[in-house]
């Protein structure tokens, strides 16, 4: 009598689960900074956000579904004047939060709130280890307000909170002044791959690292597997040992985003009608979107390997980034376009759709200016 191979977790994961792992929900498109690089082009509150009643249904339904925790961000979710009703509600109804910030709005009144609340976590972005690297993409003045956030949830006796930065070929040579700044706040380091999303694709080709750093990077992370990646990083494994991680694209299959105005898309770094599976304000809600939507089930077919084919190396990096792909104009079964190999360069040179014609972020909230970084 034979026995069935027991599927692998990857296996399991890639055909999609009955309630995502992680799922990332933009409370807002509001935002007082404006970073070169943001993946939802955010700056302006749109007029049709859910309402508060509509987030806590929203909360409800994953409760029921028995998702454990949301990841929360924006724009910049401490502007949501609810912000904290909705923390409350999901923590009472058993969905812990973990949120990101520009720590513009962490007061020392707020840090101590969020100290005394249970399953709460707090992720505050930086992407520079000082003031000159960090204030070139983010704006002037917001390393410095970043770092008294930091200061202000180490004396709220916050504990370990989160320290994320986006990797550009700027401040790559930075990796241990930022494992320096998180071990001074007894913090932990999150390190995520800058996609060519949002506004983002406007800076992509002179922002992503080189693929010496590429190398760099790799190196740097296989030696510190405790460094926290959101598996950002999968495409990096062809180099050889895999990092810690799935090392798969979970897009719609463990991984999607709801966005301030409801539209579920496949994740968070393909904010485009392609990729959008519906809203929960439709009937069925979010389940009825995760569970039903055309979209999600295409992704959860299984994906050829397209023109990675003959590479040894696809098992480790399965092609790589389908946003960072769509959005420098690649097909989804190419090579991702910083292959570690080599393989998307010619890819590349191949694109002949102009630059402002190629495949765009849907929505832009972008503000004409950011707003002052006054923490009331």
């Not at 690089?37 to 309402?51: A, F, V, Y």
Request: with cysteine; hydrophobic share 40%; glycine share 8%.
């Amino acid at each position: 009598m034979s026995v069935k191979p027991v599927p692998s977790l990857k296996d399991r994961f890639s055909l999609g689960l009955q309630a995502p792992i992680c799922l990332t929900w933009e409370l807002t498109y509001a935002c007082n900074l404006s970073c070169v690089h943001c993946l939802s082009s955010s700056g302006r509150r749109d007029p049709d956000e859910l309402s508060t009643a509509e987030a806590k249904a929203v909360i409800d339904e994953m409760a029921a579904m028995q998702i454990f925790y949301v990841n929360i961000g924006g724009g910049e979710p401490l502007l949501r004047p609810d912000f904290f009703e909705l923390v409350d509600h999901a923590v009472a109804s058993g969905v812990g939060v973990k949120f990101s910030t520009n720590g513009s709005r962490l007061t020392p009144e707020r840090a101590e709130r969020l100290a005394a609340t249970d399953y709460v976590d707090v992720q505050i972005s930086i992407d520079g280890a000082d003031a000159v690297t960090n204030d070139a993409v983010r704006g002037e003045g917001s390393f410095d307000t970043a770092i008294g956030a930091m200061e202000n949830l180490a004396a709220a006796g916050f504990g370990e909170f989160k320290i994320s930065v986006v990797m550009t070929r700027h401040n790559i040579p930075q990796l241990d002044q930022f494992q320096a700044i998180a071990d001074r706040f007894g913090a932990q380091l999150r390190l995520t791959r800058l996609r060519p999303s949002g506004r983002g694709a406007d800076t992509w080709h002179e922002l992503h690292p080189t693929a010496e750093q590429q190398r760099e990077l790799y190196q740097w992370l296989l030696a510190r597997p405790n460094t926290l990646t959101g598996d950002s990083f999968f495409h990096l494994s062809a180099l050889g040992d895999p990092l810690e991680g799935l090392n798969l694209c979970g897009a719609g299959r463990v991984v999607c985003l709801i966005d301030p105005v409801g539209d579920v898309y496949a994740c968070p770094f393909v904010i485009h009608d392609e990729f959008k599976a519906g809203n929960v304000r439709d009937d069925g809600g979010f389940s009825r979107v995760w569970l039903d939507s055309e979209v999600f089930a295409a992704l959860r077919e299984p994906q050829s390997a397209g023109a990675c084919t003959s590479c040894g190396s696809y098992d480790a990096c399965q092609g790589g980034c389908m946003a960072a792909k769509f959005f420098t104009g690649l097909p989804l079964d190419g090579p991702d376009p910083e292959c570690v190999l080599g393989h998307a360069d010619e890819a590349l040179a191949a694109v002949k759709v102009p630059v402002l014609l190629r495949p765009t972020t849907t929505v832009d909230h972008s503000a004409r200016r950011p707003v002052s970084l006054s923490r009331r």
